[in-house]
């Protein structure tokens, strides 16, 4: 993510986000941030699109977690 980033010269919150908001289904994110520059730079994605090749990348290095089980059986 840091060097796709760095590639698109936005901040790698406003990618991740911008990731998240390009799956199918997701309509709204919740976003949380202790600073309100942390929030400003993950708001940036809303309005960031990535170029395929940048989601393909994302994807590929996307491991999906079961958290619940992770949660309940450490």
């Known amino acids: 993510q840091l060097r796709i980033a760095a590639e698109l010269g936005a901040e790698p919150a406003a990618v991740a986000l911008a990731w998240v908001l ?10 949380g941030a202790s600073q309100a520059s942390h929030l ?11 170029p395929g090749e940048a989601l393909e990348r994302l994807a590929a ?6 958290y619940l089980r992770v949660r309940l059986n450490p």
């Open 22 to 31: 390009a799956q199918p289904g997701v309509r709204s994110v919740i976003v």
């Open 40 to 50: 400003d730079a993950a708001l940036r994605g809303r309005d960031l699109r990535l």
């Open 61 to 66: 290095a996307y491991e999906p977690r079961d």
